[in-house]
C-alpha cells in the first residue's frame, strides 16, 4: 500500500526520479461537500501553483534556473500533494536538458499523468518576475471590521447571510486572516481570499466570522476554498460567485485555487506581500 509522503521523513533525491510524485483524488474530499463522484461541479476553476526553487543542468552541466508556475485544472481527477511536488522537481537538480523546451515538456508529461488531466506550465527568468512587482488583491477589506471573535469556534456556514432589504449588486470582498492547517503535520497555512459576487448584500460580519472558522480545520488549501464556495452558494444563493485564494509559501512552492461558476476569466497570477 503507498503512503502519503507528507509528514514522513525525507531524503531529498540525487536524480531524475517522477515516481516521487504522489497523486490524491479529488473525489474524497469532494464526497464531503455531497458532491457525487459522476456529478457535475457546480464550479470550474484551476489551482495555480508557483515553484521558486526550480532548478537543472544544461548540456554542460551548468546550473540553470526559473521560477515556474503550473496550472492544474479544478476537474482534473487528482491533485498533487505538495511534499511529493517540491522532492520531484528537487530531482531535477541534476538532470540534463538540451533546452528550456525540453525541461517545460518533461514537466508537462510528467505532472499532467499524475493529475489525470493537461496541466499547463510556464518557466519565467526572474527578471520578468520582479518586474510585475507585488500586487494585492483587490476589494472591500472585511478585516477593517472591529469584532469580537472566539477562535476556538469551527467554520459555521449559518453565519453566512445576506441582507434582504436589497436587491441584487456587484462586490468584491477581500481577507487576509484565513488560515487552515495541514491535515498531516498540523503546520498553518496562510492565505488571502477574495470574494466576488453577483447577488444580495452578504453580510459582512457573518462572513468574516465564517472565514476565521478555518483556523483549527486540518485541510489541503484546494478543499478549503471548494468548501468556502458551496458553503457561500448553499446558503447565500449569489446569481454569480468566484472564490480565489493565495496561499503563502511552503517548501518553495504557493498554491492558489480559483474556483467560479460563471465564465470569469481565470485571475491574474499575482504575487502578494507574504508570498
Not at 531524503?11 to 531524475?16: A, F
Amino acid at each position: 500500500m503507498t503512503t502519503l509522503p507528507l509528514g514522513q521523513q525525507s531524503s531529498y533525491p540525487d536524480q531524475y526520479d517522477p515516481s516521487l510524485l504522489f497523486p490524491i483524488p479529488r473525489s474524497e474530499n469532494r464526497l464531503k461537500l455531497g458532491l457525487q463522484s459522476q456529478q457535475a461541479l457546480p464550479f470550474v476553476g484551476v489551482d495555480i501553483w508557483n515553484a521558486f526553487e526550480l532548478s537543472w543542468l544544461n548540456p554542460k552541466g551548468k546550473p540553470q534556473i526559473a521560477l515556474a508556475e503550473f496550472q492544474v485544472p479544478a476537474d482534473s481527477p487528482n491533485m498533487i500533494e505538495s511534499k511529493s511536488f517540491k522532492l520531484y522537481l528537487n530531482s531535477l537538480n541534476s538532470a540534463r536538458f538540451e533546452d528550456e523546451y525540453a525541461l517545460r515538456e518533461t514537466l508537462i508529461s510528467d505532472l499532467s499523468k499524475v493529475a489525470g488531466s493537461n496541466i499547463a506550465t510556464r518557466l519565467n527568468p526572474m527578471e520578468i518576475v520582479a518586474k510585475k512587482g507585488m500586487q494585492e488583491m483587490g476589494g472591500v477589506l472585511m478585516d477593517r471590521l472591529d469584532i469580537e471573535i472566539d477562535p476556538h469556534l469551527a467554520a459555521d456556514p449559518s453565519l453566512l447571510e445576506v441582507n434582504a432589504d436589497y436587491g441584487p449588486i456587484e462586490q468584491c470582498l477581500v481577507s487576509h486572516l484565513l488560515k487552515s492547517n495541514c491535515p498531516v503535520t498540523g503546520q498553518p497555512d496562510w492565505a488571502s481570499i477574495q470574494i466576488r459576487y453577483q447577488g444580495r448584500p452578504i453580510l459582512e460580519e457573518g462572513l468574516l466570522r465564517y472565514l476565521i472558522g478555518f483556523r483549527q480545520l486540518g485541510e489541503f488549501h484546494e478543499h478549503c476554498v471548494e468548501t468556502i464556495f458551496c458553503d457561500i452558494k448553499r446558503q447565500c444563493k449569489p446569481e454569480k460567485l468566484s472564490v480565489y485564494a493565495r496561499y503563502t509559501r511552503r517548501g518553495g512552492l504557493d498554491i492558489n485555487p480559483f474556483r467560479t461558476d460563471h465564465n470569469a476569466p481565470w485571475p491574474n497570477n499575482i504575487r502578494h506581500a507574504r508570498q
